[in-house]
T-cell receptor, first 115, second 110 residues
C-alpha cells in the first residue's frame, strides 16, 4: 500500500533556476496539501486542493510559486525563479474524504537547497 | 502571528519517565487538535487527536489533555522510550485545514 510519493527527494539548484516538485497522493484521497518546513516558520500550509481544484492558496509566498493538480493522481509545485530563501523541506500530504476531516497523510518531503 | 505555539524547541527526558509536550493556541475556532510525530528524513505521521469538546484523549502510552479556557493542550508520553525521540508537531484544525506549530524535538535518553 503505497503512501504519498514525492520526487525528487533532494534538489540542489542555483538561484534563478526553475524548480519543479512532484507529488502523487494516495489513491482515492480527494484533498492534497503542499507545506513548507523551515526552522524559522515551522510547517506552513502553502496551498490545498479539493477534487483537483485549488481551494486556498493564501499561503503561497509570492508569484514565483505556482501549483497545479491536473488530475487526481498528480500535483506539482513550481518555483520560478528560485531564490536562496526558498531553501526548505517541502511536504505534500493527502487526505481521504472521511468523517474525520483532519487526518492528513504526508509524503517523505523534498529537501530543496537553492545556492 | 502564530495561531499555534510550541514554546519549547527541545525537551530531553530519561527513558521510563514521563514526557510532557506543551502547546498554546489563539484561534477559538479550532474544533480539533492533532499531534503529529516526525522522524528525520520522513514526513510527519499522525499520532493522536482530541476534539475541542473533550478534555482528554488516551491511546496507549499517549494522552492528550485540552484546557480550553487556557487555550492550552499537552501531550503526555508515559513511559517514554528511546524510539519516541522525534519532533512533535501540535496542530489546530478549522474548516478542514490544519495550522501547525513549529515543533518540539524530544530526546529520550536510555
Amino acid at each position: 500500500d503505497a503512501g504519498v510519493i514525492q520526487s525528487p527527494r533532494h534538489e540542489v539548484t542555483e538561484m534563478g533556476q526553475e524548480v519543479t516538485l512532484r507529488c502523487k497522493p494516495i489513491s482515492g484521497h480527494n484533498s492534497l496539501f503542499w507545506y513548507r518546513q523551515t526552522m524559522m516558520r515551522g510547517l506552513e500550509l502553502l496551498i490545498y486542493f479539493n477534487n483537483n481544484v485549488p481551494i486556498d492558496d493564501s499561503g503561497m509566498p509570492e508569484d514565483r510559486f505556482s501549483a497545479k493538480m491536473p488530475n487526481a493522481s498528480f500535483s506539482t509545485l513550481k518555483i520560478q525563479p528560485s531564490e536562496p530563501r526558498d531553501s526548505a523541506v517541502y511536504f505534500c500530504a493527502s487526505r481521504p474524504q472521511t468523517t474525520f476531516k483532519y487526518e492528513q497523510f504526508f509524503g517523505p518531503g523534498t529537501r530543496l537547497t537553492v545556492l | 502571528d502564530q495561531q499555534v505555539k510550541q514554546n519549547s524547541p527541545s525537551l530531553s527526558v530519561q527513558e521510563g519517565r514521563i514526557s510532557i509536550l506543551n502547546c498554546d493556541y489563539t484561534n477559538s475556532m479550532f474544533d480539533y487538535f492533532l499531534w503529529y510525530k516526525k522522524y528525520p528524513a520522513e514526513g510527519p505521521t499522525f499520532l493522536i487527536s482530541i476534539s475541542s469538546i473533550k478534555d482528554k484523549n488516551e491511546d496507549g502510552r499517549f494522552t492528550v489533555f485540552l484546557n480550553k479556557s487556557a487555550k492550552h493542550l499537552s501531550l503526555h508520553i508515559v513511559p517514554s522510550q528511546p524510539g519516541d525521540s522525534a519532533v512533535y508537531f501540535c496542530s489546530g484544525g478549522s474548516q478542514g485545514n490544519l495550522i501547525f506549530g513549529k515543533g518540539t524535538k524530544l530526546s529520550v535518553k536510555p
